[in-house]
């Protein structure tokens, strides 16, 4: 059932949002700690490095090993003496520009990332001692700690997406299970009123036959049970059709049939209905479109176009009535009507069950079923139906996918 399928969605969509928040939240901070940890041990480091005396090739910073040289120049910037094995060689031109560059610098301490080295700055003597550090190390760990963590939080988010789906079945079977009832329910009740229905029909029709009756409101009486049995007979009946409709929607519809003979046949149907009501009925059907479905359906939902089409159009008005291929292996059928146009934002509820508007497409009768029956019949067929207002026409558009050929 569509409205399970769509419970499941939101369902998984729900979950999913908030373990993304949280699996994104838990590794920002992890990465954040991490690199303000490791800024942190670099910058001590440097200060270490700064004050000590002598120093060894490689300074353990934790259990990191972080190579390093020092600088020392004197009052006039020029370089006296370098200590440490790690570095350019003493007297080059690498280490000159590196060490004009640190003394330039407006701040003690900073990083050089051409050089990819961080660089501390203290006074020693009359000139200075500057210690450079390489980073390179520690930005090739945190590219590994970026990428590993990507990778865990893939793996992690794609394990929750499975367990999600998977308890979604678990999460709305409650709700299928109760949604079916209710259309089995909806089934029953309407296959059961149209027996007494057809009797209190019947037993009406035999008073009225039988001779006058005794007066006027005996006679309006008799009218009206005959009319208000008639009315309901016809909501049971649409109520029954919808169920059924529904109930058989995942049902595989297996033969083909011509749906160029099903439109032109509704059309002609309907040409009387609509010259009665002083109304226009026009038509343009390619021929030879065949798709896979039920020929009774199909005429079902011609009829419920139509006959809406006839209703909200107003005297004199238009009704047109298209079929032709579409992109694809695709079929759109239009079916428009002059008349009031139909809001934007009701567009989509008149296909609901017993919706009625506000408007003056509220005046007619009807039990705002047909349009829900139209839409479960397309769905049904695997097509897609949807309603446009513009130009003072309302067009119901239904788009389906053809058979490749006859069975």
């Known amino acids: 059932m569509k409205e399970l399928k769509w419970l499941q969605v939101k369902f998984v969509l729900s979950n999913m949002v908030m373990v993304t928040l949280v699996i994104g939240l838990a590794f920002l901070a992890v990465g954040y700690f991490t690199k303000t940890r490791m800024e942190q041990d670099n910058e001590q480091f440097l200060w270490k490095a700064a004050a000590a005396e002598t120093m060894p090739e490689f300074w353990e910073a934790g259990t990191v090993r972080a190579p390093y040289f020092i600088l020392i120049t004197d009052g006039n910037d020029e370089i006296i ?15 000159k520009r590196l060490a ?35 980073t390179s190390m520690g930005e090739a760990f945190a590219e590994r700690m970026w990428r590993n963590l990507g990778l865990i939080g893939l793996a992690v988010w794609l394990a929750l997406f499975a367990v999600s789906c998977l308890l979604s079945k678990w999460a709305v079977a409650p709700v ?61 009946e649409e109520m029954l059709l919808l169920a059924r409709s529904e109930a058989g929607g995942n049902d595989r519809l297996k033969g083909t049939c011509d749906l160029s003979d099903v439109v032109i046949e509704s059309v002609l149907s309907f040409e009387a209905v609509f010259y009665q009501g002083n109304k226009e009925l026009r038509s343009d059907v390619e021929e030879g479109i065949r798709i896979r479905g039920d020929g009774g359906q199909l005429r079902q939902l011609m009829k419920i176009f139509l006959d809406n089409a006839e209703k909200y159009s107003p005297e004199g008005g238009r009704a047109t009535v298209r079929l032709a291929r579409g992109n694809g292996r695709r079929a759109r059928l239009t079916v428009a009507n002059t008349g ?13 069950r ?23 019949i397309v769905e049904r067929h695997r097509g897609a139906v949807w309603a446009e207002s513009s130009d003072g026409e309302n067009r119901f558009i239904v788009e389906f996918r053809t058979a490749e050929r006859c069975r």
């Open 354 to 376: 017993f919706y009625r508007s506000d408007g003056s497409r509220s005046d007619k009768k009807g039990y705002g079923l047909g349009l829900a029956i139209a839409k479960s």
């Open 340 to 352: 009031e146009p139909i809001p934007e934002e009701k567009r989509k509820e008149i296909f609901e």
């Open 176 to 236: 299928g299970q109760s949604i079916r009832r209710e259309k089995q329910f909806v089934a029953d009740a309407s296959h059961e009123l149209k027996t007494p229905l057809t009797v209190i029909m019947a037993n009406a029709q035999l008073l009225a036959e039988q001779g006058p009756p005794a007066d006027r409101d005996a006679a309006r009486w008799l009218e009206n049970i005959g009319q208000e049995a008639s009315q309901m007979r016809r909501l049971v």
């Open 100 to 134: 004009a560059q640190s003394l330039s610098a407006a701040e003690d301490g900073g990083l050089l990332e051409m050089y990819q080295l961080r660089y501390l700055r203290r006074p020693f003597e009359s000139g200075y001692r500057i210690v450079y550090m390489d």
């Open 81 to 95: 003496g370098v200590e440490g094995q790690y570095g350019p060689e003493p007297e080059t031109e690498d280490l």
